[in-house]
């Protein structure tokens, strides 16, 4: 009965709705083959042709019998998979996302999948032996292919069309391949690669006592072998498993006779499948009990997340927050479930990832965008096999494929850095981890000293619980803050620099008692933009409408948007004056000036320049951590949440650059950024001090930072944004429609907003030019859509502009426009 089954499902007509890598804003139907109808299956990758020649690894969205009715199903060409890649619930939070984001559910895979689960297609073109083909014959362009070919047997047909300098090179190859001249083969390789290693092991015949004995006594007249079996055996007394490389570390010069040993089988040699991850077992395990308010913050989140799904932990900086998440996720882990750990930046992933490690050792994995594809897949391949507890990650590990979760810790939950900005899916992943906290009925607990006033608002209004942290950890006390006007000091010409003579003294001080300063200044590069002092010429980007920013590194004028570069000017193009002049300060000159100033201390700077390796945030952390540099420079980076036992001064060069940024959130950026970068001063048994510099002393949110009073920020924040109708009490859609022709943009885009217009009435604002009007040559115009929040269907509103903009784009008259949508573009 049960073989009739099968026979009967074989012979059933399937097919499957697949989501492809890419933008478009259906799924496609294929017809699966009756051999493949017993192993399909929701969430598996399959092979596919889209397009005349191209093949992608696909998703599995949907399986029915009903063939689609505007176009004749291809087969689907493959399989990839035994069991499933993506999971139900993940697929649930893909639709969300693709519907609350209004992005397509492509762009979705795109973001979520690791680059190695998406297989590359590869046509590769290669010359037959003994074709016998006439050189003579062939037009000058099949010539340059068949040279090509002989010099190198294998092409791929994005090398022929470098080559060739054309597009399409299909019907030459098409000529060629009649001519019988070469093979097209379309090779889909995996690009997940196992990560394999040598294992020496002593052959069991020598482990008798006997045999070991006699063996001893003929290496004797060897004794380079012998040192490599000493070594074997002195490591096989501490672990079962012994690398090749460990053998050679323990015996330098050892590798002729480590070979010779395994050619007389006196040792094994085994490739092995080892893990790609950090996965070393600690040695330190460390008790600690919570504080009297730690423990009071742990039994209000516990009480609280009984009838509440998120709730906020509001601890001033160095209270001790992520205790209590430790304890919270001990909590969890004990009954069985698993736990997602999300950090705004990768940096502070390698500082608490060894925290983390001492308590909870190997039931961790790290997943950010640093990791090769294959660590990436490898940790994706672990969470699914539940083999991991806990993730720890930034943004991008909301994806990954969990089965059990039962709590999302967000810490430092008002990081802008949870955003992503480009390119689609534009998804915030607070808001994305909520609702996958939703999906898996798990629980939220949102941590930050500085939160989000749409964070605080939603609990103080009771949609979110809220907990309170207001004792520094340790009883450690609270920084002195000092504010510092730059002017003055410029008009007693006691500034030095970029620094007042107080923060000069200040790091002077601590130098002498062997202590670390922080210095933050939001700029890299070492001067914002040059300027002729004769005609006022300034070097700008060719492909954007910003000035060019120098680096003293590399000697170049470089665009932070498109990453153009070119070589610093010495005569200006413009009048041809030498009166060069640099404007500006970024960290490159701060480090820079610094070396002048205190010529004998240790300098070390981190921005996105200094760290772009996969290991370069750790090795800066730690020589800062071991006290091999004394002063640190940074951006932004330096001041998420990372703790350091030596810092006792931070200095601020210019807090006016941050207030006088022209956004809507300027202040409560400004608020959350000097707190916490003040919260990095005197953490632990050591008293801080932070000086603030800045042209503008007075100001409300320098005091509210002195005085550490959120509520009052949140008070006069929270009335303004009601009066201007900006977030918590309206929702924002920002539309960037981008043209390379700026006349044609400038009527597109009236179009547009005059379209919407008809559809939502004055919530429509724009167009508008934003603050840099055109980037990588593409002109922009901004449409800002404000909502309210009550009385109107959000749902039905994007449903409407969606809707709008798939004629917009359809219209010939709006051709060679993009439209980019953010929702909730901050």
Not at 432 to 453: C, E, F, M, R, W
Not at 558 to 582: F, L, M, R
Not at 656 to 685: C, H, I, M, T
């Amino acid at each position: 009965m049960l073989e009739l089954n099968d026979d009967i499902h074989q012979r059933k007509t399937l097919f499957v709705e697949v989501i492809l890598p890419l933008a478009i804003t259906k799924t496609y139907t294929y017809r699966v083959p009756a051999e493949l109808n017993s192993v399909i299956e929701v969430g598996k990758r399959v092979v596919v042709q889209f397009g005349k020649s191209r093949i992608y690894t696909a998703i599995i969205y949907k399986i029915s019998e009903i063939p689609p009715e505007l176009y004749e199903a291809k087969y689907i060409l493959e399989v990839l998979d035994e069991s499933l890649v993506v999971n139900t619930t993940q697929i649930q939070l893909w639709e969300w996302i693709a519907e609350y984001y209004l992005c397509n559910l492509g762009d979705v895979m795109q973001a979520a999948l690791p680059a190695a689960l998406k297989l590359a297609s590869e046509t590769r073109i290669i010359l037959l032996p003994d074709s016998g083909y006439d050189k003579q014959e062939l037009s000058d362009k099949e010539y340059l292919i068949v040279d090509a070919l002989e010099i190198q047997p294998e092409l791929r047909v994005s090398d022929i069309t470098k080559l060739l300098g054309q597009k399409t090179v299909f019907p030459l190859l098409k000529l060629l391949f009649e001519k019988g001249i070469i093979h097209i083969s379309e090779e889909i390789t995996e690009r997940y690669k196992p990560r394999r290693k040598g294992f020496i092991s002593l052959n069991p015949f020598y482990e008798d006592p006997a045999n070991k004995k006699a063996l001893f006594q003929v290496l004797e007249r060897a004794p380079k072998q012998l040192d490599v079996l000493l070594a074997y055996l002195k490591l096989s007394k501490h672990q079962p498993d012994i690398l090749k490389s460990q053998i050679l570390e323990e015996n330098n010069n050892g590798n002729a006779a480590l070979k010779a040993l395994i050619d007389k089988e006196i040792f094994i040699q085994e490739d092995k499948i080892v893990s790609r991850l950090n996965d070393e077992e600690l040695i330190l395990t460390k008790n600690f009990e919570l504080t009297a308010s730690q423990n009071s913050a742990l039994k209000n989140i516990n009480s609280q997340l009984v009838d509440k799904d998120v709730v906020l932990l509001h601890g001033i900086t160095s209270s001790g927050k992520t205790q209590v998440y430790i304890r919270k996720i001990e909590q969890i882990l004990a009954n069985g479930k698993q736990v997602l750990y999300l950090l705004p930046e990768i940096a502070l992933t390698t500082q608490i990832i060894e925290r983390l490690r001492e308590y909870f050792g190997n039931k961790i994995g790290v997943y950010h965008s640093k990791f090769s594809d294959n660590e990436r897949v490898e940790v994706w391949n672990k969470v699914l096999k539940n083999e991991y507890q806990i993730v720890l990650g930034a943004r991008s590990a909301v994806f990954l494929p969990f089965s059990n979760l039962g709590l999302i810790v967000i810490d430092e939950e008002h990081e802008t850095s949870y955003k992503q900005f480009d390119p689609a899916p534009r998804y915030h992943a607070r808001d994305t981890a909520i609702y996958l906290a939703h999906i898996h009925q798990a629980k939220v607990l949102l941590g930050s000293a500085t939160p989000s006033l749409e964070s605080y608002y939603n609990a103080k209004n009771g949609k979110y619980g809220i907990a309170t942290l207001s004792d520094r950890f340790g009883n450690a006390q609270l920084p002195e803050i000092k504010v510092i006007s730059i002017e003055e000091e410029t008009k007693k010409k006691t500034i030095q620099s970029h620094f007042t003579s107080i923060l000069v003294d200040e790091i002077r001080q601590a130098l002498e008692r062997k202590e670390q300063v922080i210095l933050f200044q939001n700029r890299r590069g070492y001067t914002p933009f040059l300027l002729c002092r004769t005609c006022g010429f300034s070097p700008k980007c060719i492909n954007c409408d910003v000035s060019l920013t120098f680096h003293k590194s590399t000697n170049k004028l470089h665009c932070h948007y498109c990453g153009y570069k070119q070589d610093i000017i010495s005569v200006c193009p413009a009048c041809g004056s030498t009166h060069i002049e640099q404007k500006g300060f970024g960290t490159e000159k701060i480090e820079d000036d610094l070396s002048y100033i205190f010529p004998d201390a240790r300098i070390a700077r981190m921005d996105l320049d200094t760290t772009r390796t996969k290991n370069s945030f750790q090795r800066i952390l730690g020589d800062f951590e071991d006290q091999k540099i004394d002063i640190m420079v940074g951006t932004q980076m330096v001041a998420k949440g990372l703790d350091f036992d030596h810092v006792t001064v931070i200095g601020i060069i210019n807090a006016d650059s941050l207030l006088n940024y022209p956004d809507f959130r300027a202040f409560e950026r400004s608020f959350q950024l000097l707190s916490q970068v003040a919260g990095r001063a005197g953490r632990r048994d050591k008293p801080g001090k932070v000086i603030i510099q800045a042209y503008n002393t007075k100001h409300r949110v320098i005091d509210q930072v002195i005085h550490n009073n959120y509520q009052a920020l949140y008070e006069t924040e929270l009335s303004e944004r009601q009066n201007f109708q900006y977030p918590p009490f309206y929702r924002l859609i920002q539309l960037e429609v981008k043209h390379k022709d700026i006349t044609q943009l400038n009527v597109i885009a009236d179009r547009l907003a005059t379209e919407l217009k008809h559809l939502f009435g004055n919530r429509i604002l724009g167009p508008e030019s934003p603050l840099i009007g055109r980037i990588r040559n593409y002109y922009i115009k901004t449409i800002l859509i404000k909502v309210e929040r009550n009385g109107i269907s959000i749902q039905k509103m994007k449903h409407a502009l969606k809707n709008c903009l798939l004629k917009f784009e359809a219209d010939k008259a709006n051709k060679g426009v993009l439209v980019q949508i953010d929702v909730d573009p901050y």
